[in-house]
């Protein structure tokens, strides 16, 4: 068993930038750990902290109950794949896959067997003679992949490796790297602002905005029950819908009309009230406020459409995704908003209410 457990680390470097100011999380054997936010929020330090790249200004990374903190990261047995997949250019697949296990004097038989096993594990096996410069971006990152991947580390870190290849071929190694990961049952620690490739390859996420942890969760628990604003308003698209409302006899006002506050413990005098726009529905509902407004925008997304509603008695603005084949009679429309899938944050915080 090889558990990973990052205990506090915070990283200070000159004038006084702090990129990761206070993050504690455990990766167990089998677990799929994305950390996931936008740029700058200190994922990729804290990625190369636990590759020991960097040193921690305070806090441990432990393996398998082995303080690591101050272990240079060639006597870490962790592998790294880098956003720019690091080949070496004069060298073929081969040699770039083996040469990892050169430099420990592996043997050139059990070389052999383990190139060969993984390669055809990643169908690179035709590619074995080739040099980088004559394979595709995808080819590449599957080399990259094999490099580490023949090593047989106790843990996988990736670095958003996805993010240099179009859209297409993203999705496919996406749904390779999922299955790869699944049969090595081995503690991934891996880093993207990409929110798709963190619902869908994730056991759970790490949410980071300004070094510090927002929320540590499954994938449907992050997008169900989002712990503050900030994770509310990142994690989704489209975008959830996030408005100031002020409150008034336990009713949030939206323009000419009230939505029923959950239960608190205290009566707020304004709130943060959120819902995703495909909980917002054409029509009456049932168990749903009703609010009315004017559609002035409509964006269509292909197999449904994104309306923009501007509310009655009000500046603010809802979206609602609905099917492209829906049709309303005029520009008024009626939203149902479903209660069971409101979303209420405090105003000065931002964490979650309800």
């Known amino acids: 068993m090889a558990k990973l457990e990052l205990k506090n680390l915070r990283k200070q470097f000159a004038h006084n930038v702090i990129p990761v100011k206070d993050v504690s999380v455990n990766v167990n054997d089998g677990e799929f750990l994305t950390l996931l936010g936008p740029s700058g929020c200190g994922k990729s330090t804290l990625l190369r902290m636990i590759a020991g790249l960097d040193e921690p200004t305070q806090g441990q990374v432990i393996l398998g109950g082995e303080d690591l903190t101050n272990i240079p990261p060639g006597k870490?047995?962790?592998?790294?794949?880098?956003?720019?997949?690091?080949?070496?250019?004069?060298?073929?697949?081969?040699?770039?896959?083996?040469?990892?296990?050169?430099?420990r004097k592996v043997d050139s038989i059990e070389i052999e067997k383990r190139v060969n096993d993984v390669s055809?594990?990643?169908?690179?096996?035709?590619?074995?003679?080739?040099?980088?410069?004559?394979?595709?971006?995808?080819?590449?990152?599957?080399?990259?992949?094999?490099?580490?991947?023949?090593?047989?580390?106790?843990?996988?870190?990736?670095?958003?490796?996805?993010?240099?290849?179009?859209?297409?071929?993203?999705?496919?190694?996406?749904?390779?790297?999922?299955?790869?990961?699944?049969?090595?049952?081995?503690?991934?620690?891996?880093?993207?602002h990409d929110q798709t490739e963190a619902m869908t390859l994730s056991s759970?996420?790490?949410?980071?905005?300004?070094?510090?942890?927002?929320?540590?969760?499954s994938p449907t628990e992050i997008y169900m029950q989002p712990a503050n604003?900030?994770?509310?308003?990142?994690?989704?698209?489209p975008q959830m819908n996030l408005l100031t409302l002020d409150c008034h006899d336990n009713q949030a006002i939206l323009g000419e009309f009230g939505l029923t506050l959950p239960y608190l413990q205290t009566s707020p005098k304004a709130?943060?009230?959120?819902i995703r726009p495909e909980d917002v529905s054409l029509g009456e509902e049932a168990d749903a406020d009703l609010v009315e407004g004017q559609v002035y925008l409509i964006e269509d997304l292909g197999k449904e459409k994104l309306l923009?509603?501007?509310?009655?008695?009000?500046?603010?603005t809802l979206r609602a995704?609905?099917?492209?084949?829906?049709?309303?009679?005029?520009?008024?429309?009626?939203?149902?908003?479903?209660?069971?899938?409101?979303?209420?944050?405090?105003?000065?915080?931002?964490?979650?209410l309800n």
């Open 76 to 103: 870490r047995n962790m592998a790294m794949v880098f956003q720019s997949y690091a080949l070496y250019p004069h060298m073929t697949v081969y040699e770039n896959i083996s040469t990892s296990l050169k430099l």
């Open 120 to 192: 055809n594990r990643l169908g690179i096996q035709h590619l074995l003679e080739r040099k980088p410069g004559q394979l595709s971006g995808g080819q590449r990152q599957r080399v990259a992949l094999a490099r580490s991947l023949v090593r047989n580390p106790d843990v996988f870190l990736l670095d958003e490796p996805l993010s240099n290849l179009d859209a297409l071929l993203r999705e496919q190694v996406r749904a390779d790297l999922k299955q790869l990961f699944e049969s090595q049952q081995k503690p991934v620690v891996y880093v993207t």
């Open 204 to 217: 759970k996420i790490a949410v980071l905005y300004d070094g510090y942890l927002q929320q540590l969760a």
């Open 229 to 237: 604003r900030f994770v509310a308003g990142f994690v989704g698209s």
């Open 271 to 274: 709130v943060v009230f959120g």
């Open 308 to 316: 923009s509603v501007r509310i009655n008695g009000s500046e603010q």
């Open 321 to 352: 995704v609905i099917p492209a084949d829906l049709l309303w009679e005029s520009e008024q429309v009626k939203l149902s908003l479903s209660r069971k899938q409101m979303h209420w944050f405090d105003l000065e915080s931002g964490d979650r």
